[in-house]
């Protein structure tokens, strides 16, 4: 045998078993982003390497390590996209949607990051997105955080997750604060680790969001960002903690909580559980006031929220939610000698017209009669038909009922009633 060929790490294929509750979730999705008026935007995967570069950071994981990136065949520097928002607001600005008075997007399609595999990370993952643009009010914000939540409560997941947000401010605020920190930080080098000390002139605010447990204790000290931001984010921010406790929704201010992307500012956020280690954010979202600017359109606000699929799924399969099992096969024909063959396809064909929705499985393999009905009851398949030269005979089939194991023959007419009355009721 030759030496076979696996994936590449951090790389998975899904079956039917996830893909249920992937289709499950993407109804939901659908269902809940209509009813705030977005509409579906399809991005390409690849974009030019600039884009990210000039987006992101230099100085942040993505940038630094994570990208996937090549020359195709004529020399242009591409990358497989390590997020959405980038290429979503490229898109809008090549094809003047705002003009049009398109505000609202969302997508859902695989990201690609070079990351250390494990548990909720992965090198291929998928993320719905979602970007509001135009809008500089914290109204949008909270109703991102209503749609959020709504999301949960429709998926039976609110009680898992806990909101945490924070507000960064605006660039120069951030600048003054910067210098604090860092003084701070170098008090303290000594309890960095050393991917931390590379940051510490670099991207200082990676450190706030380190998950060393002893880091994270020496930052209870640190200075707050909260104590540099201007008075107008302030009570915005403020503002928006109020709607969010008058809407009833629990959240938890957390003010080392920025994000990993420089692009941000004002309201960040994220949605966490504390079921799955450290890989606890289901949920990252912020407001970007510059980047539509910074990739070359007129100034417009934006604020957008990712929701890490391979995480959430994790999450659901944690509570054992969705337990209902769907049937793989409805009904399972199985012809008996080769020349009955024909009749069994004609009979599915004629199932297929008459009911579309059914999954009609025709049984073409080798396999004995009995393993026959076993992979019919494991696909949990309500009724096998059977079709042998005694049935073509007598002009009738013999059912199989797979649950109640009870036998009868029925001719075609009364076979599609039977049909009908198992499925359609
Ligand atoms: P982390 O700190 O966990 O690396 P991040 O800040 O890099 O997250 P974002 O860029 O904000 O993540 O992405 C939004 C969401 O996408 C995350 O909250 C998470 O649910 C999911 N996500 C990000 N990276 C991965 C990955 N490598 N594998 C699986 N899901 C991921
Ligand atoms: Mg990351």
């Given at each position: 045998m030759n030496k076979k060929i696996n994936s590449i790490r951090g790389m998975h294929d899904y079956f039917s078993e996830d893909l249920d509750i992937?289709?499950?979730?993407?109804?939901?999705?659908?269902?809940?982003?209509?009813?705030?008026?977005?509409?579906?935007?399809?991005?390409?995967?690849?974009?030019?390497?600039?884009?990210?570069?000039?987006?992101?950071g230099d100085v942040t994981d993505i940038i630094e390590k994570e990208m996937y990136s090549f020359h195709d065949k004529?020399?242009?520097?591409?990358?497989?996209?390590?997020?959405?928002?980038?290429g979503c607001v490229r898109a809008i600005i090549q094809n003047n949607l705002l003009c049009k008075k398109k505000l609202k997007f969302w997508y859902l399609g695989p990201m690609f990051r070079y990351e250390r595999p494990q548990k909720g990370r992965y090198r291929q993952f998928?993320?719905?997105?979602?970007?509001?643009?135009?809008?500089?009010?914290?109204d949008i914000d909270l109703e991102i955080i209503l749609l959020t939540n709504r999301?949960?409560?429709?998926?039976?997941?609110?009680?898992?997750?806990?909101?945490?947000?924070?507000?960064?401010?605006?660039?120069?605020?951030?600048?003054?604060?910067?210098?604090?920190?860092?003084?701070?930080?170098?008090k303290n080098k000594s309890f960095l680790d050393e991917e931390s000390k590379q940051r510490l002139y670099s991207n200082p605010f990676r450190i706030l969001d380190s998950k060393n447990l002893n880091i994270q204790h020496i930052l209870n000290k640190a200075p707050l960002l909260s104590n540099y931001i201007n008075k107008k984010s302030l009570n915005q921010f403020n503002n928006l903690c109020h709607m969010i406790n008058l809407y009833g929704i629990k959240y938890k201010y957390n003010p080392n909580l920025i994000r990993g992307l420089d692009y941000y500012n004002d309201t960040v956020f994220e949605w966490k559980t504390d079921r799955l280690g450290s890989q606890n954010t289901i949920?990252?979202?912020?407001?970007?006031?510059?980047?539509?600017?910074?990739l070359g359109g007129i100034k417009t606000s934006a604020i957008?929220?990712?929701?890490?699929?391979?995480?959430?799924?994790?999450?659901?399969?944690?509570?054992?939610?969705?337990?209902?099992?769907i049937a793989r096969?409805?009904?399972?024909?199985?012809?008996?000698?080769?020349?009955?063959?024909?009749?069994?396809?004609?009979?599915?064909?004629?199932?297929?017209?008459?009911?579309?929705?059914?999954?009609?499985?025709?049984?073409?393999?080798?396999?004995?009669?009995?393993?026959k009905i076993k992979h019919a009851v494991e696909s949990l398949s309500r009724i096998a038909i059977l079709i042998g030269a005694n049935e073509i005979k007598k002009k009738c089939y013999l059912i199989k009922e797979l649950e109640t194991k009870k036998e009868f023959y029925l001719f075609k007419s009364e076979l599609m009633l039977k049909i009908n009355n198992i499925f359609r009721r």
């Open positions: 992937w289709h499950k979730l993407e109804k939901v999705f659908k269902q809940v982003l209509n009813s705030y008026s977005y509409e579906e935007i399809r991005l390409p995967i690849l974009e030019r390497t600039e884009i990210f570069q000039r987006a992101i004529k020399g242009n520097n591409l990358t497989l996209r390590p997020e959405g928002t980038v998928y993320q719905l997105g979602a970007e509001v643009f135009g809008l500089n009010t914290t999301l949960w409560k429709i998926l039976g997941i609110n009680f898992h997750l806990i909101l945490e947000v924070n507000s960064i401010g605006s660039q120069l605020d951030r600048i003054k604060y910067q210098k604090e920190l860092v003084l701070f930080l170098e949920c990252a979202g912020g407001r970007y006031n510059s980047l539509v600017e910074e957008g929220f990712a929701i890490g699929i391979e995480r959430l799924i994790l999450l659901i399969k944690s509570l054992n939610i969705f337990s209902i099992k096969i409805n009904i399972y024909i199985i012809f008996i000698g080769e020349e009955n063959k024909i009749h069994a396809i004609n009979l599915s064909e004629e199932i297929r017209d008459r009911y579309p929705e059914l999954k009609t499985f025709v049984s073409f393999s080798n396999l004995s009669l009995s393993k």
